[in-house]
């Protein structure tokens, strides 16, 4: 098939996942038109990566990296506001699959289906309005079903429930991807088309960098040999930043480092804006780099350093890469109670449940593990086994051929 693969947000894993995409999609003997807002990273990112195409015939695929480009918001100060997020996501769409089908024709003979590697509702959200003026079907990765794990629940940061019927609804969509398998079934049960559950990978693939171990030697010495915890990505709320740093200041927290890495966004009110500032930059068991780790391998090394992770996130229903990660190193994890990251840790037995906002059971969890790393690595090992078989890349890849057959049955 010829498949133009799109991505206009490019920040965190956005990379590394559109990285996992190409390069399966090129495994499984499809052409394909890779458009992100880096097509010159993503091309380099993808030929470190690339190693032995693995098409069955034999037959070498193509490839062509080429720049997103969509147009801006405009009618801003129209109100409802509706009108001018209307009025975008159609020219947003619609320039999408025009640029996607001028680089398909210009370079792989035509377009047989768009394949969107992340839906967002909040992007998604008026898509249904772009519906008469489309005509490529398509499929995407669905990265945030919270609707089916929060039915109800309004979108973080606005009062927008998420109605995920009316952007898969429409027959031009012929399959959907999800991270929670979980919720396929419910899912499923609602669009009535094929709803495939994909794997979360670690990103063990990409090469080392000349300088990716600086981070990870300056945790070193700021530990000094004390046992350490790390929570990294991108810091919020609802990563449980504030739970992080309220137990590095527990009495009984002194004698572990506590690490930071990663960006931190700041939904927070200027009270615990301030708090968190001041109580990072103060305590001595609190280690911070917070600001973007530069490369997925340099990421890998910090949490290399660590005895423990942190991702006991706060109302957090969602997949996380961070189960993958931890199982690759073999690191014990610790997750809050509930949804998706909670029934994976169980069913593996790869770590701690705790009560979420809670910073007095994020300690104890930590002080559990690190009393007895050896033992709990041991405990773990048959866990971390199991959960990469389960996410594995061959698996990944086997995924992607499944949500891909309803085309194929169409053009054939």
């Given at each position: 098939?010829?498949?133009a693969l799109?991505?206009?947000?490019?920040?965190?894993?956005?990379?590394t996942?559109?990285?996992?995409?190409?390069?399966?999609?090129?495994?499984l003997?499809?052409?394909?038109?890779?458009?992100c807002p880096?097509?010159?990273g993503?091309?380099?990112l993808?030929?470190?990566?690339?190693?032995?195409?693995a098409?069955a015939n034999?037959?070498?695929?193509?490839?062509?990296?080429?720049?997103?480009?969509?147009?801006?918001?405009?009618?801003?100060?129209?109100?409802?506001g509706?009108?001018?997020?209307?009025?975008?996501?159609?020219?947003h769409f619609?320039?999408?699959e025009r640029?996607?089908?001028?680089?398909?024709?210009?370079?792989?003979?035509g377009l047989?289906?768009?394949?969107?590697?992340?839906?967002?509702?909040r992007?998604?959200?008026?898509h249904?309005?772009?519906?008469?003026?489309?005509d490529?079907?398509?499929?995407?990765?669905?990265?945030h079903?919270?609707?089916y794990?929060?039915?109800?629940?309004p979108?973080?940061?606005?009062?927008?429930v998420?109605?995920?019927?009316?952007?898969f609804?429409?027959?031009l969509c012929?399959?959907?991807?999800?991270?929670?398998?979980?919720?396929?079934?419910p899912?499923?049960?609602?669009?009535?088309?094929?709803v495939?559950?994909?794997?979360?990978?670690?990103?063990?693939r990409?090469?080392?960098?000349?300088?990716?171990?600086?981070l990870?030697?300056?945790l070193?010495?700021?530990?000094?040999?004390r046992p350490?915890?790390?929570?990294?990505?991108h810091?919020?709320k609802?990563k449980?930043l504030?739970t992080?740093?309220?137990?590095?200041?527990?009495p009984?927290?002194?004698?572990?480092c506590?690490a930071?890495?990663?960006?931190?966004l700041w939904?927070?009110?200027e009270a615990?804006?301030?708090?968190?500032?001041?109580?990072?930059?103060?305590?001595?068991n609190?280690?911070?780099?917070?600001?973007?780790?530069?490369t997925?391998s340099a990421?890998?090394?910090?949490?290399?350093?660590?005895?423990?992770?942190a991702a006991?996130y706060?109302?957090?229903?969602?997949s996380?890469?961070i189960?993958?990660?931890?199982?690759?190193i073999h690191?014990?994890?610790?997750v809050?109670?509930g949804?998706?990251m909670?029934?994976r840790?169980?069913?593996?037995?790869?770590?701690?449940?705790?009560?979420?906002?809670n910073?007095?059971?994020?300690?104890?969890a930590v002080?559990?593990?690190?009393h007895?790393?050896?033992?709990?690595?041991?405990?773990?090992?048959?866990?971390?086994?199991?959960?990469?078989?389960?996410?594995?890349?061959?698996?990944?890849k086997?995924?992607i051929?499944?949500?891909?057959l309803?085309?194929n049955?169409?053009?054939?």
């Amino acid at each position: 098939m010829r498949i133009a693969l799109t991505e206009w947000n490019w920040s965190g894993h956005h990379p590394t996942w559109f990285n996992h995409f190409t390069l399966a999609l090129e495994e499984l003997g499809h052409d394909v038109i890779a458009m992100c807002p880096d097509p010159d990273g993503a091309a380099a990112l993808a030929e470190k990566t690339r190693g032995m195409r693995a098409a069955a015939n034999g037959s070498r695929t193509r490839t062509v990296h080429a720049e997103m480009n969509v147009p801006g918001t405009r009618f801003e100060w129209l109100r409802p506001g509706r009108i001018s997020r209307i009025d975008h996501a159609i020219r947003h769409f619609t320039a999408i699959e025009r640029m996607a089908l001028k680089l398909a024709n210009d370079n792989i003979g035509g377009l047989d289906a768009i394949f969107h590697a992340c839906v967002y509702d909040r992007d998604f959200e008026w898509h249904h309005c772009a519906r008469p003026f489309l005509d490529v079907p398509w499929t995407g990765v669905y990265l945030h079903a919270m609707s089916y794990r929060m039915p109800g629940r309004p979108l973080p940061g606005g009062s927008r429930v998420p109605h995920p019927e009316k952007i898969f609804g429409h027959g031009l969509c012929r399959s959907l991807a999800i991270l929670d398998e979980g919720i396929v079934n419910p899912v499923m049960h609602q669009l009535r088309k094929p709803v495939i559950a994909l794997p979360d990978l670690p990103d063990n693939r990409q090469a080392q960098g000349e300088h990716d171990d600086i981070l990870a030697r300056d945790l070193a010495r700021f530990a000094n040999g004390r046992p350490i915890v790390g929570l990294f990505g991108h810091l919020m709320k609802s990563k449980g930043l504030i739970t992080f740093v309220k137990a590095a200041t527990l009495p009984a927290a002194r004698h572990v480092c506590f690490a930071l890495g990663g960006e931190v966004l700041w939904p927070f009110d200027e009270a615990e804006a301030a708090w968190l500032r001041n109580t990072i930059r103060q305590s001595p068991n609190i280690w911070s780099h917070l600001e973007r780790i530069p490369t997925e391998s340099a990421l890998t090394r910090l949490m290399r350093q660590c005895d423990v992770l942190a991702a006991a996130y706060h109302d957090f229903p969602h997949s996380s890469g961070i189960l993958a990660k931890a199982a690759a190193i073999h690191r014990p994890v610790i997750v809050s109670n509930g949804y998706l990251m909670a029934e994976r840790v169980r069913r593996f037995r790869t770590g701690c449940i705790i009560p979420q906002k809670n910073p007095a059971a994020m300690l104890d969890a930590v002080l559990e593990i690190t009393h007895d790393t050896p033992g709990w690595t041991a405990r773990c090992r048959q866990g971390w086994w199991d959960y990469l078989n389960t996410h594995s890349y061959k698996r990944f890849k086997a995924c992607i051929a499944e949500l891909l057959l309803p085309f194929n049955t169409c053009n054939s």
